[in-house]
């Protein structure tokens, strides 16, 4: 069994989507990344930040699942970090109603003593000075290092982005953020010239299009299953990029052949995450029903080539 | 060998993309529905109608490729449809500058006698009521009726498109349109609720993200390569539609899985469409490049699932 060591948010969120509202519920990167990864054979452990005004039976939905919260720090007095926002009819886009980073603003990770040998370090959005902190943490230098952003760092903070990207493994990115990042408006240029910043893996993710794996001058596409309804894309990068390095986690194989695999299992959990609102569907996600979908997927790209 | 009949324009084009322009160039969705079509074994027609202001070298393009233009009306003094349109820098999307219908707008299609038992019929992006007269003038019900439309189409004539949409097999069409067509958003419900219209199956083009093949309640994805550079987008799903109708025309089997690999066969040549201007390099496009490049389609969707 590997170790997958987890850093980002753990949040509280308020949603509404043209479906409903939510109140305020469990939430936050770092959450969705370890739901998703608890469906594989791994230990995991979550390194983020909260206050005490997080209801203890949100820790315990992640408890519950074997997820190891000594690095999350629960801080005495203070708020956890809260995001409010609303999706726009298509569901393709939102806008943020209210961000209160509470005790996130001094969030400064320790990753417990336990988990310096991760084999898998996946670093949720967070500022690219944290994500670096914590890849400096590490005794053993992980078998690979998974980082996700956003292009709020590209606006703010892109040299300590720049440096944090020269030392990881993967990079996942959606494409208008892979475009902003290179200036490539071709995302095959963009992958290249991500490549050399130093991950030797892109994942481009392109929603409801589904996402793109690019390695030297390979690439595999991976679909999104096409849905009836999204009901709350909350979580669903996060969701994907869980299944992603829990995977290869439990795998313990980083070949391109089976982070080919991380890519479908994490786009197979991600078409679950999108059909309730907030963690709703991937608390109670069974292995049975995972399976089932995993199938739907493959009969959704295989076919038998014929020449003529 | 299978007999194809394609209905469709056949034009003269002018094109702007921010890689240049291009002057007076052939073009018309039953040029490039034919020339797709022909890297197939089968008999191929184009019903269509031109003025004598087309230069004979661009039938004479046609006509190269073995397609029959018996069916094709050459206009004395008439002037030929004549498009000129804009790309926008994304190439995601144009603007159409001018279209003048010229000898199109009198189009009355003949079906030649030796095409009225085609096997395929290819319904190229017309008035509904021209695609309607082509069917009517058939003897023996072809094996497979395809048809392409636009939104143009559904906002001008959507009584008429709905009544030839009865009697067809399969439609084209792209995301919005289906979303335009249906009132649904989700392109699951909108597929279904095209099938209760009529056609078996239905193919819903998604550009840059690929296309989607429906049939009851199965679905099947097939991406668009990732290309390094897209030149010009004009004729990319007629392209894929005479991919699509040439090979199931040519290997006469009208099974579901044989119209997924009808799909990545248009996709395949949709790929080499885009890299030039018009139809520059469907003219010289080679067997050998058309079959290396569907060994990188597989290679860009297969795997082997691995469940836990």
Chains 1, 2 share one sequence.
Not at 203 to 216: N, R, S, T
Not at 228 to 238: I, L
Request: charged share 25%.
């Amino acid at each position: 069994m590997g170790k997958l060591l987890i850093v980002g948010t753990i949040a509280i969120d308020e949603i509404e989507t043209p479906f409903g509202k939510t109140g305020k519920i469990l939430g936050g990167a770092a959450t969705f990344i370890g739901l998703a990864a608890s469906q594989f054979d791994v230990e995991t452990a979550i390194v983020s930040i909260v206050g005490d005004d997080l209801p203890e039976s949100y820790l315990e939905i992640l408890r519950g699942k074997d997820i190891d919260l000594t690095g999350t720090e629960i801080v005495k007095g203070g708020k956890t970090f809260y995001w409010k926002g609303k999706y726009h009819n298509d569901l393709n886009s939102r806008d943020t109603l209210i961000t209160d980073l509470n005790t996130l603003a001094d969030f400064d990770p320790k990753v417990p003593d336990h988990f310096k040998d991760a084999d898998v370090v996946m670093l949720g959005n967070l500022h690219p000075s944290i994500q670096l902190s914590v890849i400096n943490q590490m005794e053993v230098r992980p078998k690979l290092i998974v980082l996700d952003t956003m292009n709020f760092w590209m606006d703010n903070t892109l040299d300590e982005l720049k440096e944090v990207i020269k030392h990881i493994d993967v990079i996942t990115i959606n494409d208008e953020e892979a475009r902003q990042l290179t200036e490539e408006y071709s995302l095959v240029k963009a992958a290249a010239a991500i490549q050399e910043m130093g991950p030797k893996y892109v994942v481009i993710k392109k929603g409801e299009h589904g996402a793109l794996l690019f390695h030297d001058e390979k690439v595999f596409f991976a679909p999104a299953l096409p849905l009836e309804e999204v009901f709350d894309p909350t979580g669903a990068g996060d969701t994907f990029a869980g299944g992603f390095s829990g995977y290869l986690a439990a795998t313990d194989n980083m070949s391109f052949k089976n982070l080919k695999n991380a890519v479908i299992h994490g786009s197979n959990l991600a078409s679950f995450c999108v059909e309730r609102f907030g963690t709703e569907r991937m608390k109670t996600l069974k292995r049975e029903e995972v399976n089932k979908r995993l199938f739907e997927f493959k009969a959704l790209t295989q076919f038998d080539i014929e020449l003529r």
